[in-house]
């Protein structure tokens, strides 16, 4: 599968952004989706997934209550919605896909910027 993650910008402290990644080669439903974010000198950090049955989402507590991951299967695509946006909130974003046999995320889009002045 190919994602294309786009959305990022410049957004203003308390403003909103949102994310697409759009996928395709396959239909989404056959992975777990999940969105990370990554400032460069840090490691990759984690935000938020569909949980294995699909029918669910868990966040880090970071961005719990602000972001929401959510999918248009009829478009393949996979959004984050983020809220309340922090300055610390500026990193690259990135979407993922793994198989749900794996434990580890297969496939990764390129990474779109963001960027939240305050």
């Known amino acids: 599968v190919q994602l294309q993650a786009s959305g990022g910008g410049l957004a203003q402290a308390g403003g909103s952004l949102s994310l697409s990644c759009a996928a395709s080669?396959?239909?989404?439903?056959?992975?777990?989706m999940a969105w990370f974010r990554q400032v460069p000198g840090k490691e990759r950090e984690f935000l938020a997934a569909?949980?294995?049955?699909?029918?669910?989402?868990y966040y880090a507590d970071s961005v719990k209550g602000r972001f929401t991951i959510f999918r248009d299967n009829a478009n393949n695509t996979v959004y984050l919605q983020m809220n309340s946006l922090k300055p610390e909130d500026t990193a690259v974003y990135y979407c993922?896909?793994?198989?749900?046999?794996?434990?580890?995320?297969?496939?990764w889009g390129q990474g779109t910027l963001v960027t939240v002045s305050s």
């Open positions: 569909f949980t294995l049955s699909g029918d669910n989402t």
């Open positions: 993922a896909a793994r198989y749900k046999e794996s434990y580890e995320y297969d496939y």
């Open positions: 080669g396959r239909t989404l439903s056959s992975y777990i």
